[in-house]
């Protein structure tokens, strides 16, 4: 179903915006708009959860230790509900070296119906693996699309089962698996995305190389707090002029275009005009609103402005889209 933000754009979609932003050449400030797009809509915990996809999907490889940061914060913000945590996190995120190798596999894996072959000759160290030595066998000869369609189709409860495999299988071939144990430590395979999280450990196993890491944490400053503030500050606006002073970027189609997202489906500007109020029934920000009064006017706004969260289908290859973030 679609659900609505606090200025009426589609939450997948800001919640991809985000992602984008963060990798393109974007300012910070188009990141934290996206970000706090969602804070202040009430779905807190949901920004440091898409925080936690985000690292994983782009930053983990070449950042391991700032997991420990995000963790620390996110205890704090717990402790204190200081809305400025975020956008540090956010800020230090943006300058960080990233890859899309994970994300890349992530895409992969959702795309696939169903277990992809190819035929490699069987290695007589599988069968100590029972059923997972097929899947350590594409890790083997480095086939990753192949390796995470067929990871995909492992149940979720023996997520914990194929990972005790791909340790021992680590340790054979002579990687220390001391210094990754807190790693390990973190898999939840109540999660569902323990999948990726699983496809992020063995990248970082396969790879087993160390990168330089940035340990400099940068603070929000006066100015940056400043914007954050603005984005949810309505105090002296008409009603009618919220939209058009708050909607200050568009959603990026081109890379939502690479989701399998139902709602891409939707005809966002006709749901918008004539039933919003239907899809911001589950938004933390509108259940106290008379929404009578409180009436954005979403079908009196210019044609430009409604657009701006409107999803515009193109048929760009995924890797054509994400040439450019490289």
């Not at 070296?97 to 490699?120: A, G, H």
């Not at 097929?134 to 390796?147: C, E, G, H």
């Not at 430590?185 to 087993?208: A, C, K, R």
Request: glycine share 2%; aromatic share 16%.
């Amino acid at each position: 179903m679609l659900k609505l933000t606090m200025h009426m754009y589609p939450k997948k979609f800001v919640e991809i915006s985000f992602l984008e932003s963060i990798i393109s050449k974007e300012k910070l400030s188009c990141s934290l708009f996206w970000i706090y797009e969602l804070y202040n809509s009430g779905f807190k915990e949901d920004c440091f959860e898409l925080l936690y996809e985000c690292y994983f999907y782009f930053y983990a490889i070449k950042n391991k230790q700032f997991i420990n940061i995000i963790h620390k914060n996110y205890e704090n913000w717990q402790k204190t509900g200081d809305k400025y945590i975020i956008g540090k996190l956010v800020k230090n995120l943006k300058h960080k070296s990233f890859d899309l190798d994970i994300f890349k596999l992530k895409i992969e894996m959702d795309n696939q119906k169903k277990s992809r072959m190819k035929r490699y000759k069987k290695e007589a160290w599988e069968n100590e693996y029972g059923k997972y030595g097929i899947i350590l066998r594409y890790l083997y000869r480095k086939d990753y699309d192949i390796m995470v369609s067929r990871i995909k189709n492992i149940p979720q409860n023996e997520m914990g089962l194929f990972m005790d495999s791909v340790v021992r299988y680590f340790k054979s071939s002579g990687i220390h698996m001391e210094k990754y144990n807190y790693l390990i430590e973190y898999i939840d395979t109540n999660h569902p995305f323990v999948y990726v999280y699983v496809v992020y450990i063995i990248m970082l196993l396969d790879n087993n190389k160390l990168y330089n890491e940035r340990k400099i944490v940068t603070c929000i400053s006066s100015v940056e707090k400043k914007l954050i503030d603005s984005f949810d500050n309505h105090e002296g606006e008409y009603n009618f002029k919220i939209l058009n002073n708050h909607r200050l970027h568009e959603v990026a189609s081109d890379f939502i275009s690479i989701f399998n997202l139902d709602i891409q489906d939707v005809n966002i500007l006709e749901e918008t005009r004539n039933n919003w109020k239907a899809h911001i029934t589950n938004t933390p920000f509108w259940l106290n609103k008379n929404t009578d009064e409180y009436d954005l006017e979403y079908d009196e706004q210019t044609l430009r402005c409604q657009e701006l969260s409107v999803f515009k289908a193109n048929d760009k290859k995924t890797d054509v889209i994400l040439e450019r973030y490289k």
